[in-house]
């Protein structure tokens, strides 16, 4: 069973610059996660998808982040303009239910 | 707010001690707890969970955890560690089959 998938692994880009993250969840999981991880902290949750609707985004920054998974199968986390500040791990996890999550690679994000 | 606390931040242990890593959490109605181990270079893996029954719940590669009501601890033990124990572990808390908080992390480097 091929697990969480998250494109890119790695991202440079400079202050201002836009910038998009790419999740395929496991298939059959209804159930999609973005996290903010921060070094020497814990994920910290962004967003949470059941299926297609935003059922808990309360911690997502909306002035410059956006989500969105159309169709309920895979997602997109957007930063524009990105901030120094929002270097760090963005990871995506998906869940059959509110259960047991299953966490993809991440994608370490540096801006300069 | 919900909060889950990991109070050790970095563990350095000999092969063949015992580890015990500390989690607590608040209050927050109905939990279900979560252990998750971060090798180097690798995601985030479930490690073991407990969601009701024996408050004791064994794990993989020897790991176990206790749920103490009483003390809002889910604290992660193993008799015998290994240098291949090498990891991060998170401690996560999902409240009321809804919210996941997870800890800070603590950094185990066992000793060969």
């Known amino acids: 069973e091929a697990g969480v998938v998250q494109s890119p692994r790695y991202k440079i880009i400079e202050k201002k610059q836009p910038v998009a993250f790419w999740c395929n969840p496991i298939s059959g999981h209804n159930t999609l996660y973005w996290y903010l991880q921060n070094l020497g902290q814990g994920p910290e949750l962004l967003i949470r998808?059941?299926?297609?609707?935003?059922?808990?985004d309360s911690q997502l920054p909306k002035d410059r982040f956006s989500a969105e998974r159309l169709k309920g199968v895979d997602s997109t986390l957007k930063i524009q303009p990105a901030e120094l500040g929002d270097s760090a791990v963005y990871l995506c996890?998906?869940?059959?239910?509110?259960?047991?999550?299953?966490f993809g690679p991440g994608t370490r994000l540096t801006v300069l | 707010a919900q909060s889950v606390s990991q109070h050790n931040h970095h563990v350095i242990l000999s092969e063949a001690a015992s580890l015990e890593l500390g989690c607590n959490y608040s209050y927050g109605g109905t939990v279900n707890l979560f252990w998750y181990v971060q090798y180097p270079g690798q995601h985030l893996q479930l490690l073991l969970k407990?969601?009701?029954?024996?408050?004791l719940v064994k794990g993989i590669k020897g790991f176990e955890a206790e749920f103490i009501k009483s003390k809002f601890s889910f604290n992660l033990r193993k008799p015998s560690v290994q240098w291949s124990d090498t990891a991060e572990y998170f401690c996560a808390v999902l409240y009321n089959f809804n919210k996941f908080y997870f800890g800070s992390g603590t950094k185990l480097n066992v000793k060969p």
């Open positions: 998808y059941e299926n297609e609707e935003a059922v808990d």
């Open positions: 407990y969601f009701s029954g024996d408050p």
């Open positions: 996890a998906s869940s059959q239910t509110s259960d047991t999550q299953y």
